[in-house]
């Protein structure tokens, strides 16, 4: 059972600009982490970026997975989706923003219950 819900293909023309829904605080700041974020996944470089304490674990035996697959199988793997379907936070959504003019696509996973 996936314990965080996952918004797939969700159109962001401002790619850059992203508040937390809950505190509404700009997300991605170096300076000011978000309580509310889980993790953030950017595809086209393939890694994920602030990594709540509560799921660090699960990201590791993603990316530990991913790495024993084989090429076209990773090519295939979702990672943030599959972070999402082992994650137990029913209190979560994983929003996805979709590749545009501005860069590659990315995932964002906040915790509402935060």
Known sequence: MQMVHVVTQYSHDDAGLFYCPVCGSELGRVDERCPHV???YFEEVGEFTDVSDLISHVVADV???????????RMDADPAQLVAERADIPSAICFRFSANVTGGG?????????
């Open 38 to 40: 889980l993790f953030t």
């Open 106 to 114: 990315y995932a964002v996973a906040i915790n509402f219950g935060a």
């Open 63 to 73: 990316e530990k997975q991913l790495e024993e697959m084989d090429d076209d199988s």
